[in-house]
């Protein structure tokens, strides 16, 4: 599989398998039970942070050294009659290896409170489980409705400046050939996320035209503001990886 780095997206030439076909018995229950913000410690010392919408798809992000070190998309299927949830849709992107891969995510929660996720990765002979515990209230309030004014203005992260208009544009360069632009919405869930939706551009970039889908959310850290925006364009040829941390400049 060959693989060309475009940071901060990456590309593969592969779309990821799909996983989660095991049977738990009852309907998934939604909106779902796990939906809301979630932080696990990694064992590099990094932090992942993940938000689970009310559909149930999962975004998170495993931050190391305020830079993204992975990204992890899925489907979730919740149950409320015995706490267990599934998923299929399964991406893992791994930034420091520049890879793509498909695998299982699943395991149980308790509402509210808790998350046991166990990721088997394709080829992988053992499995990773994550602990999530909610997102500090102090840090992000998930049930709040997103505002455009607190995603507006500048943002920099590592080679890279993004501009979020009060209108929802979003403005995305850095030093690579590719910039992005496009909205940034208040999410139909009407709970503080930000729906994200991007288009690369640029006469030298490869991938001038692929179409992003994503979420974006702003939380309080240290206090500062950060910006967290992470998507994926897929089609039938490549899958791209875009995750971004910024803080207000």
């Known amino acids: 599989m060959r693989l060309t780095a475009l940071a901060p997206l990456v590309l593969t030439a592969l779309l990821a398998a799909c996983g989660g076909d095991d049977d738990w018995g009852p309907e998934p229950t ?16 990094g932090t992942l942070n993940a938000v689970v919408l009310d559909d149930g798809r999962m975004w998170a992000v495993g931050i190391q050294n305020n830079y993204p070190g992975i990204q992890l998309s ?18 893992y992107f791994d930034y420091g ?4 891969f498909g695998g299982t995510l699943q395991g149980s929660y308790v509402a509210n409170n808790s998350i046991r996720a166990d990721l088997w990765l394709d080829g992988a002979r053992d499995k990773s489980t ?25 943002w920099t992260s590592d080679g890279m400046q993004v501009s979020v208009g009060i209108n929802g544009s979003f403005e995305m360069a850095g030093d690579t050939s590719c910039r992005a632009s496009g909205s940034v919405r208040p999410h139909q869930s009407q709970k503080n996320v930000f729906s994200l939706n991007l288009v690369l551009s640029g006469p030298f970039c490869t991938f001038s035209g692929s179409e992003f889908d994503g979420i974006a959310v702003v939380w309080r850290n240290n206090g500062k503001d950060e910006l967290m925006a992470t998507a994926l364009s897929v089609n039938s040829n490549y899958t791209l990886s875009l995750s971004l941390l910024s803080v207000r400049s």
């Open 97 to 100: 290896l520049n890879d793509l």
């Open 74 to 91: 899925a489907r979730t299927y919740a149950y409320a009659e015995n706490g267990r949830f599934d998923s299929d849709r399964v991406r």
């Open 30 to 45: 939604l909106p779902s039970p796990m939906s809301g913000a979630w932080q696990a410690s990694l064992s590099n010392g």
């Open 130 to 154: 994550y602990f999530l515990q909610p997102m500090p209230a102090s840090m992000f309030n998930y049930n709040r409705p997103a505002v455009l004014n607190d995603i507006a203005g500048s």
